[in-house]
């Protein structure tokens, strides 16, 4: 089973925090509550494209 790695985009403030791995056969696309260190508390992060 492979992963990739994926790169995690907060929805608030658009910057790059987190890489993740992810199974290569998801077709979704990961959403997580993670910490924004930028605005300073826990938001919604997307995979990015």
Known sequence: MS???VFLICTECLSRNYTVLKRKD???RLALNKYCPTCKRH???KESK
Request: glycine content about 0%; cysteine-free; charged content about 55%.
């Open 43 to 45: 938001t919604l992060h």
């Open 26 to 28: 998801r077709s979704e």
């Open 3 to 5: 992963r990739e790695k």
